[in-house]
Structure formats: C-alpha cells, structure tokens
C-alpha cells in the first residue's frame, strides 16, 4: 500500500503561483511513477502531468494545456512530489490529486493510489 497526502493548494489570483506537494507513505516511493490530475464538480478526472520513476530517468508528460506554466518534480530522499503552478489562470480551478503506479499514463487507469485532493481556486 501507497499512502499520499497532497497539500499546498489554496486561493491565488489570476497569473500567480502555488507549488502543490504529494507525501507519499508505505512501500518504496521511487518504485512509483507519480501524476497529478485535476477535477471539477462534474466533469471527468482530467490529467495534469506525470513523472516516471527515479531509475529509468526521470521523465516528464504534461497536459498541453498546462505545458510551460507547470513542473512536476520528485525528490525520492524526501517521498515527495511536486507541481510548481506559474501563471495560474481561472480555469485551472480544480481539486488537484496526486497518484502514484507503476508507470506513467496520461489517463486514470495505470495509477493504484491517489490522494484525497487539495482544492486550487484562482480568481479572475
């Protein structure tokens, strides 16, 4: 079992910042391929971007609509994987969650373990 604990959402205004981290507990966090995804009250899981595991290099995937405003980013010695969000714009509202599997995939299906969501509101 993978625990994962997202944080770092809030309030931002249009063209701002956050950096979202995932803690990630339980079974051997660089074994994992980590993603985060984004959802908004009825619509479909949408995926954010993804980053494989440490040692097969540490490739990147993004959405295109985030690509060039987002970064994801692992630190194995800390179990932990980030999204550094830059020019942040309204309809990047979501709740935003992290999961982790075995490979990386631009869809929900190859991920086992997923967060319980942190809500990222940005104001126009």
């Known amino acids: 079992q993978v625990q994962l604990v997202e944080s770092g959402g809030g309030l931002v205004q249009s063209g701002g910042s956050l950096r979202l981290s995932c803690a990630a507990s339980?079974?051997?966090?660089?074994?994992?391929?980590m993603g985060w995804f984004r959802q908004v009250p009825g619509k479909e899981r949408e995926f954010v971007a993804a980053?494989?595991?440490?040692?097969?290099?540490?490739?990147?995937y993004y959405a295109d609509s985030v690509k060039g405003r987002f970064t994801i980013s692992r630190d194995n010695a800390k179990n932990t994987v980030y999204l550094q969000m830059n020019s942040l714009k309204p309809e990047d509202t979501a709740v935003y969650y992290c999961?982790?599997?075995?490979?990386?995939?631009?869809?929900?299906?190859?991920?086992?373990?997923w967060g319980q969501g942190t809500q990222v509101t940005v104001s126009s």
């Open positions: 999961a982790a599997g075995p490979v990386p995939g631009t869809t929900t299906s190859p991920y086992n373990f």
């Open positions: 980053i494989n595991w440490s040692w097969s290099g540490r490739n990147t």
């Open positions: 339980g079974r051997t966090f660089s074994s994992f391929a």
